[in-house]
């Protein structure tokens, strides 16, 4: 599993976007990445852009591992907003049953979309005064 790591991004914070076969220890790698950056402050909103990766392998026992991982590091990841981009619906009941996993147990809030599009206007949305 190969991903890249930008703060460059107009909308997000930050933007990681993956490719390759999907494993736990990828997930892992990008996360403990991200949060060992320099740039990296708590509470960033972050974009999980997983439209290239092959998620085949994954399984819910592996989205339990990985909202294992999540909570462990809540802390330092803080109450930012974390959009999931998978462009499939094998890859959206990942997503949801790693979000159902998370959701009580974070400070972050999670959204799971189709399409960069769809995620861009969650959170814009999100940031509009009410």
Sequence with gaps: MKHTISFDDSLWDVVVATSGQANLGG?????EELLTSPRFRPGMNILADHTNLDAQPLTS???????????DFDERIGPGLCATVVPSPHKFRLAQTWQKLVQDHVLMRTGIFY???FADGWLRSAQSPA
């Design 115 to 117: 399409s960069r599009e």
């Design 27 to 31: 997930f892992r790698a990008f996360i």
């Design 61 to 71: 026992e592996h989205m339990r591992a990985l909202s294992g991982i999540v909570i």
